[in-house]
């Protein structure tokens, strides 16, 4: 069974940081280049942060400078620390998982970050 289950999400005021987690399971983490997208009501699914099986990362020009990507292979996690949110990160927030002998991904459910004041 091929899990990838994110956790951390939560309430959190303009300003304020969370980090979150996906834990993985049923794949190889080492080989795969892992992500972070995020999904606002009305609007499309968007690439938030990539690091690859390398740790080379890759940003939205939206969070760069706010949002650190970062993995732990020997725990099979990524992380997305997020700070100075803003309003506008308000979405789901999903883990992405893409290896080179596989054509599609596999996909988290999901975690809700919410800021408001």
């Known amino acids: 069974q091929v899990q990838l289950v994110e956790s951390g999400g939560g309430l959190v005021q303009p300003g304020g940081s969370l980090r979150l987690s996906c834990a993985a399971s049923g794949i190889i983490f080492k080989h795969n280049d892992m992500g972070w997208y995020r999904q606002a009501p009305g609007k499309q699914r968007e690439l938030v942060a990539t690091i690859t099986s390398g740790y080379m990362t890759n940003y939205a020009d939206s969070v760069k400078g706010r949002f650190t990507i970062s993995r732990d292979d020997a725990q099979t996690t990524v992380y997305l620390q997020m700070n100075s949110l803003k309003p506008e990160d308000t979405a789901v927030y999903y883990c992405?998982?893409?290896?080179?002998?596989?054509?599609?991904?596999?996909w988290g459910q999901g975690t809700q970050v919410t800021v408001s004041s």
């Open positions: 992405n998982a893409k290896a080179p002998y596989r054509v599609y991904d596999y």
